[in-house]
């Protein structure tokens, strides 16, 4: 018959696997990771192949007006609401090979098991490509797509942000759209009956503890900022030190600064991380005038997003040595825990074709964040080597990606009922 287990025995190991291994050509490194920046041509070349993929089965594939992906297959009643799953295509610029990606071809290889099963689910099935999830790799504004579908960012002020090369949003969603003229647009579609999102932990717990399924129960909270620091330029051999506004001196002793206070956390469960760091002119004769440094700040708890993180500013110009400096604040994202009925689902499954799994709290930012604005949502954990990610060493293996697609393909047959 077809009932509990049906969908999750038509998961293809291999072929999830090989699909893996073509969508790292789009954009592959030679030391084996993976640059495919959100939209860029290989990450148009991603959705390119997804559609090809989904061709045979004459599931619907639409893309909405920020480049978001849709593969839609029918449900009994197609005027239900949809239960998504998904995630993102684009990646780190010197990213892996399962981060985003691993999410996508999950939520495909569900659809294709849950059609071979022969399972016809009352509410319509949707595989999701949400552009642009990695704020900051190209543009500066994460979990984009998604943001946008929610209501969270305006389209207008979406394709207004522009990347380090002046490129917009708008510019490149066009080219998008030039280059993918057969996909029918997408409106953006409310409401939704769910979204799931399968991803790699991108930490060590699982791996540790041998188990192969995390039922996410929520996301810890984010604090992003850019600091400018403008100095003066002057010439190395000339210029007198009391005469300097030498903003890398000034960038360096900020950040020395910060660390102190933010590193004092006995409990370590401060992730503080200065990713960005440019030094204009950059030029060894000149005395440099200008430095804009990222923060990326995360932490489970509110009142110390709000605590340590006020504490930025300060810190920062009691260190400007002279120079002017102005801190922005580019992002802020509340912790948040998931609603009961997906990880409910998810845990079911995973206990119901028994496989090791624990509940497990997100350290990473996910499209599921935005997305429980719109509906219940919720994520599958699988372990990475090491816990490593945003890495071209970034690793996974077929069973682990297969016993995930499994326990998702079983989750989307619950949340869409029969
Ligand atoms: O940075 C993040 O947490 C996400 O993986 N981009
Ligand atoms: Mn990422
Ligand atoms: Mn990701
Ligand atoms: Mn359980």
């Known amino acids: 018959g077809n009932g509990f287990g049906s969908a999750a025995a038509k998961v293809d190991e291999a072929r999830l696997w090989q699909r893996h291994v073509d969508m790292a050509k789009l954009g592959g490194t030679p030391k084996g ?21 989904a061709k045979p089965y004459g599931w619907q594939v639409s893309m909405d007006a920020i480049g978001n992906l849709y593969i839609r297959r029918p449900g009994t009643d197609n005027d239900a609401d949809p239960v998504l799953s998904g995630s993102h295509t684009d990646t780190q610029p010197s990213g892996g090979r399962f981060d985003g990606i691993y999410g996508v071809l999950a939520a495909f290889e ?11 689910t009352r509410r319509p099935i949707e595989t999701v490509v949400w552009t642009c999830e990695e704020g900051g790799a190209r543009f500066p504004m994460g979990t984009m797509g998604s943001g946008v579908f929610v209501g969270r960012t305006p389209l207008a002020d979406a394709r207004a942000v522009a990347d ?83 903003a890398l001196s000034a960038a360096v002793a900020m950040v020395a600064a910060l660390e102190k206070v933010f590193h004092d956390d006995p409990s370590d469960t401060v992730r ?5 760091f440019v030094v ?3 030029a060894p004769a000149v005395v440099p005038g200008h430095v804009a440094f990222t923060i990326d700040f995360r932490h489970p708890d509110d009142a110390v997003l709000t605590s340590l993180g006020d504490q930025v500013e300060p810190i920062c110009q009691a260190n400007r ?8 604040q580019t992002a802020r994202g509340k912790p948040l825990t998931f609603l009961d009925l997906v990880p409910g689902a998810v845990d079911q499954a995973a206990k119901g074709l028994g ?3 624990m509940r497990i709290n997100s350290g990473a930012g996910h499209d599921a964040g935005p997305m429980q604005v719109a509906a219940p949502s919720g ?7 090491h816990g490593i990610s945003h890495a071209e060493a970034e690793n996974a293996t077929p069973a682990d990606l297969a016993a995930g697609a499994r326990v998702l393909a079983e989750t989307l047959v619950t949340l869409a009922g029969r």
């Open 33 to 53: 990771g993976v640059r495919r920046l959100a939209l860029d041509a290989n990450d148009i070349a991603a959705r390119r192949l997804l559609a090809d993929w």
């Open 110 to 120: 569900a659809m294709e098991a849950i059609e071979a099963a022969g399972i016809r």
């Open 164 to 246: 380090y090369d002046g490129v917009t949003v708008g510019e490149a969603v066009d080219a998008a759209r030039a280059a993918l003229p057969d996909l029918p647009e997408r409106t953006f579609g409310f409401p939704i009956a769910a979204f799931v999102e399968a991803h790699i932990e991108q930490g060590p717990i699982l791996e540790e503890k041998g188990l192969q399924i995390g039922v996410v129960t929520g996301i810890q909270g984010a604090r992003r900022f850019r600091v400018e620091i403008e100095g003066a330029d002057a010439h190395a051999g000339t210029t007198p030190r009391a005469r300097r506004k030498d």
């Open 272 to 276: 503080f991380t200065v990713g960005r």
């Open 280 to 282: 204009t002119p950059n």
């Open 321 to 328: 040595k002279g120079c002017a400096v102005t801190v922005h």
């Open 355 to 357: 496989l090791g799994h």
């Open 379 to 385: 994520m599958i954990f699988v372990p990475c080597e």
